[in-house]
Every structure is written in C-alpha cells, then in structure tokens.
C-alpha cells in the first residue's frame, strides 16, 4: 500500500493563497475561533493521525474485512483502536455547535478533515462520516429534546449514526418505499421493513447506533409525497442519555463487496422497532436531502482522496522502477534503464492524476466555503440565508459527486498502469484503489443520476439555466480581470469561449426538450462531464494566476512549487480540456440513436 503522506503544502496553497480561507473565516459567526494558527495546527494534527494510525490499517482492513457472526459485526484488527484515538482527540465534533461538546469551527474545516482521512483509509472514515448527516438532519429538523439527548453523544463520537432509505426493491426511486410506521399511544411509532446497503449499521466501535430511516405512515400518499423520517436507535436512551434497552433493529447480513471491504455495509431488519418523527409527517424527503447533499459532497471527497492516494503510489514507484531508455536519449546513465518518469507517456499518465487530485481538491475548497455559509444560516436559524446558499451549493452538489468520482477511478485506474502487472498485484496495494473506488460513482445517486439531477431538476427546471449563467458570469468576471495579462490569455480566450458555450448548449438543450421528451435523459451524462471539465479548467486557471503573482511579489512557497503549478495547469488545457468538447458534440444529438433499438432487439439468442 502506498505510504500517504498528506499534501499539506497543496491544502495550505489553496487555504490562504487562493481562496483566502482566513478573510473567508471573519465572515462567518462560527468563524472566530479558525485563526490561521489554529487552523494551521489542526490541519497538522489531523495529517498526523492520518498518516501514523490510519494509513497503517488500509490495507490489512481490507484483507481481513468485517466479521459477521449471528447479527454481530466485528470491525478489522485495530479499527476499535483507531477509532478511540479520532474519539480522544475531539474529531468527530470539530466543526458542530459547541452548546452540544462540538468544537463550532467552520464545515469547511471537517472537509478537509475529512479527505486527509478518506485518502488515508476511506474504509475506517466511513463510520465516522456517516454520523455527520444524521447529526446534520437532526440539528436541522429535529425537536429540541431530540438535540438535547442525541447529539451530545453524536458529537462526542461516544454514539455513531446511519442513513437508512435504500430497500431491496428500490434504490434511488424512494416513491416505492415500503417501511411502515405505525402511531403508538405514547407518541412513539413502531417501524417494520427491511433496508439494504446500508453503511456503518452495524459495528463494535460505539456504543449506540442511531439510525434515520425513511418510512410510511398509515394512509400516507403514495410516492415521494408520502414519506416521513424517524430516528431509531440501537439501544433506546432513557431521558438522561443513558444506553438502555436493544431496540427491535438488527443487522441480517453483511455485503461481500469489491471494494471498501472493512466497511460493514449491512441489511438492516426493523421488527417493530420503536422510532421517533424528526420533521414534520409526509415530509422526510425534504429532511433526508439533508443528509444526502451532506453526504454526496463526502462522495466527492472520495474521488480526490483515490485519486491523491493512487497518484503517491504511482509517482513513488515511477521514480523507482527502471524499463528502457527514454526517447529523447539516456537520462540516467549509470544505470541499467532509465526510471518510468523520464517516458512522455508514464508522464502523461502522473500528469493527469495531479491534474485530478489538485484540481478537485480546489473544487471541494470551493464549494466548502458556500458549505460554510449554508450551515450558518441553520446555526443562526435564518432560513432565507441557508436556501441561497443551499441553492447556490446545489448546483455544485452533482458536478462535484458525478465528475470527481468519475475521474476519482480514472486516476486509480492509471495508477495501477503505471506499476504494470505489479499493478494487479495485491501487495502493492494499488489494485485495492480501484476496487475501493469503483462504488464512489455508483452510491449517494449514479453518476446517471447526479447527471439528472444537475440538468433535469438543477439547471432546467429550478433555474431555467440561471444556474449556469450565474456561474459563468462569476468565471468571466475572472476572465476580464486577467484579459490583458500575457500569461493569463490563453486561459481566458478558452474559458470566454466555454463559458458561451455552455450556455448555448443549455439553451439548446432547453429548447430541444420541448419536442424530444427523452433529450434530457440522453443529454445528461454529456453535460454533467462538460460541466465538470468546464469548472475544473476554471480553477487551473485561478491557481495558475495565483502562482504568475506569487512568482512575481513572493508567497509562501517555494518558486518550483508555482511553477508546477502553472505547469499542470498548461498539461490540463492542452490534455485533458479538449474533452469536453466530444461531450459538447454528443450532447445535442437527438435521443433517436438510443432510443429507436427495441427492446427486444437488444440480443438475438
């Protein structure tokens, strides 16, 4: 397995040089406490136990795997050891309210928590990462008495939580949910279903598992409109917080997976178990999106996280691992061969995964900081405040889950290129990358369904493309400020003529619709990829300017570090930009070509 040693000179380029997170922090009113020392040492203190505790165990969690043994799960070997360090350290609550043991520093702060973490070993950051969205949902949408006696615990790491919504007959369409909900005397309700894939429910590192479960209730409407949310513990907790009797929840199986093997992902038995409504009745979709939105920006981390991790291995192994001479004559004399780095084509390969890694990364920075805008008007409960910035961070939402994860396995993919057939290797470690990142694309919502989402609800039917017009004014605004710079021209000649583009090709799509219902279901893929091609182009392009300054007025890096980055930024415009274009060209055909084939003509036996 590759040692991971996180990229803190990378992070703290694009904290204080590019996105100016310490002026970005004076705005907020959870924001005092994130001095630049304080952030600065818990960013250190975090790589620290990333790389010293967590990294050590990827790879022998993945060989062990979770243990199932009649409705009991068993976390790998020193998983409960780990975990009770991020617990001793205040982790868990670093970025939730102080009034319940949390910390109350900024959201963006467990971000980038969180992909130092998720690089390390995305396995373990599971457990912990789940809890994140059930202690989001309930501070959000829970009661008073449901904070005061849930979240505690939660913060504390002492109690973790769960998103229960999947069923064997339904994934991403919730409307067929069949978990009922019947109303006890005592204002409690008893649930009875069955829900797969469902992560972190069951394990031996806390000691109480809270479960948010999507359900019906009797004579509820059908569909989407009629599902309500409750929360239903492992252990039901009597009023002082204290662990009390087992609920009627239990765990039937565990999933033998591909990938994130020491992750316990469970089938989940409620046999009338008691629950709790959070949020109003017939209204926990609303709720549950909640925990999604929370949920598929941790997906995005993911794919910087393999695509980070893949890159270390494969540039180490490059740098070691000799085969021929490379074309333009001998780089390394004295040696047998020449290293795998002194090849264009093993370049080409390293070039992309940085190209991945350090432009996602600077996407995740960006959106955390609408993140933190966002949470702040929960925290400050001004509900006006939390949908601008819900909306203006909904649009991010599927092009950082779809794209990031998209390439996220693209990158573990090219890493086990590089090492060759040592690729395939289990040993090396680079092989269980990919099969770690292979689910990334497929849970919190496909990449098809990120896609129709961003195109279908978030730029067509919400905005009426406003979405895209708001963005790229903010990318032209940048434009127009570096227009005469020499350096900068390229950058900007190609991202005016995308941002017009995009908007054409929302226009066009839009219109298109009117008489080819399918166009949007066809289209999305396409867009979604264009879209996040688009968007990365325009964060090579901020860090390339940031690196022009800081080369000409000085910064805080050395001036090879700048001028790798401009570097990389030249490779990605001249390699991996040109592929939005294809997605561009396919998007508008007509849905005819997929939709002409009977279904019947599929395969002829």
């Not at 002026?23 to 136990?49: K, Q």
């Not at 359900?215 to 239903?232: C, D, E, H, M, Y």
């Not at 605004?477 to 005016?496: E, I, M």
């Amino acid at each position: 397995m590759p040692a991971y040693k996180a990229p803190l000179r990378d992070m703290r380029f694009l904290m204080n040089e590019v996105f100016d997170f310490p002026a970005h922090y004076t705005t907020l009113s959870n924001g005092a406490d994130a001095t630049p020392d304080m952030v600065d040492a818990i960013v250190g203190e975090c790589a620290r136990l990333c790389e010293e505790v967590l990294a050590p165990i990827n790879l022998s969690g993945d060989l062990e795997g979770c243990h199932f043994d009649n409705s009991e799960v068993t976390t790998p070997k020193g998983f409960k050891e780990a975990y009770d360090q991020y617990v001793a350290g205040g982790w868990q609550g670093l970025s939730h309210p102080a009034e319940y043991g949390g910390q109350g520093l900024p959201m963006s702060l467990g971000l980038i928590k969180s992909e130092m973490m998720g690089t390390a070993n995305w396995s373990f950051t599971m457990y912990p990462g789940l809890s994140l969205g059930c202690m989001n949902t309930i501070m959000q949408y829970g009661d008073e008495a449901q904070k005061n006696l849930y979240m505690p615990p939660l913060v504390e790491g002492r109690w973790s939580g769960t998103m229960c919504l999947t069923e064997p007959q339904c994934g991403t369409d919730l409307g067929q949910v069949k978990t009922k909900a019947e109303p006890q005397a005592d204002g409690t309700y008893k649930l009875t279903g069955t829900k797969i894939f469902i992560s972190a429910g069951e394990h031996d590192l806390t000691e109480n598992i809270v479960h948010i479960v999507l359900a019906r209730l009797p004579n509820a409407p059908k569909g989407t409109k009629g599902i309500s949310l409750f929360i239903v513990p492992k252990f039901i907790p009597d009023a002082q917080g204290n662990v009390g009797e087992r609920n009627a929840v239990s765990c039937g199986s565990i999933e033998h997976k591909m990938g994130i093997r020491a992750s316990a992902t469970c089938v989940m038995n409620f046999d009338n178990a008691t629950g709790y409504l959070i949020g109003l009745p017939n209204k926990g979709l609303e709720a549950m999106f909640t925990f999604m939105n929370t949920a598929r920006i941790g997906t995005a981390v993911q794919g910087v996280a393999h695509a980070e991790l893949s890159y270390q291995g494969a540039l180490a192994y490059s740098k070691e691992r000799r085969s021929m001479r490379a074309l333009s004559g001998k780089k390394e004399p004295d040696q047998i061969a020449d290293a795998l780095i002194y090849h264009a084509d093993v370049r080409r390969m390293l070039l992309t995964q940085k190209a991945i890694a350090e432009g996602g990364r600077a996407m995740i920075y960006f959106a955390s900081q609408y993140a933190d805008h966002m949470t702040n008007g929960i925290i400050e409960n001004d509900k006006a405040k939390y949908e601008h910035w819900d909306d203006k961070l909904g649009f991010f939402t599927p092009i950082l889950k779809g794209f990031l994860t998209e390439l996220g396995l693209e990158s573990a993919n090219i890493g086990m290129q590089v090492f060759g057939g040592h690729g395939y290797i289990k040993e090396h470690g680079m092989e269980q990358i990919a099969r770690d990142a292979r689910i990334a694309t497929l849970y919190e919502g496909t990449t098809g369904i990120q896609a129709l989402d961003l195109l279908g609800r978030k730029v067509l039917l919400q905005s009426r493309g406003k979405a895209v017009r708001d963005f790229t004014a903010d990318v032209l605004k940048f434009c127009g400020r570096h227009a005469r710079d020499k350096n900068l021209r390229r950058y900007v000649w190609d991202l005016t003529k995308l941002c017009a583009q995009w908007n054409y090709l929302t226009t066009r799509i839009m219109l298109m619709a009117r008489k080819d219902r399918d166009i949007v279901s066809a289209a999305c893929n396409d867009f979604l990829m264009y879209s996040g091609y688009v968007t990365m182009a325009y964060f090579w392009a901020l860090q390339a300017a940031v690196s022009y300054e800081k080369l000409e007025t000085g910064g805080a890096e050395q001036p090879e570090f700048y001028q790798a980055k401009i570097q990389t930024a030249e490779f990605y415009f001249e390699r991996l930009l040109p592929r939005a274009a294809a997605y561009a060209g396919s998007m508008l055909s007509p849905s005819k070509s997929l939709m002409q084939l009977d279904k019947d003509a599929f395969m002829f036996n």
